[in-house]
Every structure is written in C-alpha cells, then in structure tokens.
C-alpha cells in the first residue's frame, strides 16, 4: 500500500500535520491526484494504532504534528531499500521511485535500479496461442519496455538530486501554514 509507505517515508523528514503530508505526497507523487485529505487522516489513524507514529505536539495554530516511532521508521527504510520487494504494479513503481528520489534518506538510484532490474528479468507466463493471448502478451513486453524507458530517464535525475526536496514551505490549500521542522 503506497499511500501509507509514501506518509511513512515523507515523515523520514521530521515531523508533520495531516494536510501538510497530503500536499506532500501530490507534490512529490503527482500521479496520485485522487488521493483525498481524508484518506490521509485515515492513514495516521491505522498507523498509530499499529504504532508506526506517534504524536509530536501541534503547530501554533494547533494542528496536531506527527512523528515516526522507531517501528513507523524501520518500516519506511524497509520500503526505501534497493533490498525490499518490487512491486511491477505502475502506481506502486511511481510511488516508490518517485518518492524515494524526493528524500534525502532514500539511496534513489539503487531503488530505480532494482526496478530496472525487475523489469528487465521478469517472465511474463506463455499466453494461448487465442489473437487475445498474443495482445496480452505483447501488452506485457510494451509495459516492460515503458516501464525501462521511464526508469532510465528517472535514474539520470536520481543521480543528479534534482528531484530532492525538503519540506514545502507552501501552505497547502485547504491547510494552515506548516509547522517548522528540525532539521
């Protein structure tokens, strides 16, 4: 689940309220346009029910501030490792890649390589010899090759740092101006 990986890595940067992750993971996962606030609220309940964040105090207009636990912080290095399991599954590839290339804790290029890797070496099974089979098939290899084509353009910008920030100092839209993080 990436939504949830995504809030666990942006907090890699120190702590954060509810609509300031929100703005985070868009700015940094563009493609996850339909993510709603109120999902991301949900979210930092399940994972401080399991443990994962923990309050930190409050903005100074009193916006709840959340932080990792050691656990929460296991979990998104785990999920920021060229190590952890790859997921071929698009979203899944653009939200590891394209946030682990926006923090400073993540060694980006080592991920983009790990998918490069995945993707050059995965089988895809024998489809029936059916027209739909062989469309299916050569879907497959074109997805693979798009996915190379990206991740080869991405690596470039990982190498780079151009795609690092830190925390926006925009207000998010609905939000409240952020609270100030230690650096």
Request: hydrophobic fraction near 45%.
């Amino acid at each position: 689940m990436s939504v949830r990986n995504g809030i666990l890595a942006i907090l890699t940067l120190g702590p954060a309220y509810g609509l300031q992750l929100h703005a985070e993971l868009l700015l940094r996962a563009a493609h996850r346009a339909s993510v709603n606030a109120g999902q991301i609220y949900a979210t930092l309940d399940r994972l401080g029910t399991q443990g994962r964040i923990e309050r930190a105090g409050a903005t100074d207009d009193g916006l709840p501030l959340y932080r990792l636990t050691l656990a929460g912080r296991e979990e998104a290095s785990a999920w920021l490792r060229a190590d952890a399991p790859i997921d071929l599954d698009w979203i899944e590839m653009l939200d590891r890649v394209l946030i682990a290339c926006s923090l400073e804790t993540a060694d980006a290029v080592s991920v983009v390589d790990a998918h490069l890797l995945e993707w050059s070496t995965h089988a895809e099974p024998p489809m029936p010899d059916a027209p739909a089979g062989t469309y299916a098939a050569r879907a497959s290899a074109r997805l693979a090759e798009a996915a190379q084509d990206w991740l080869n353009d991405v690596r470039a910008a990982a190498a780079s740092g151009t795609l690092r920030r830190p925390f926006s100092d925009e207000r998010p839209r609905r939000g409240r101006r952020p609270a100030a993080t230690a650096g």
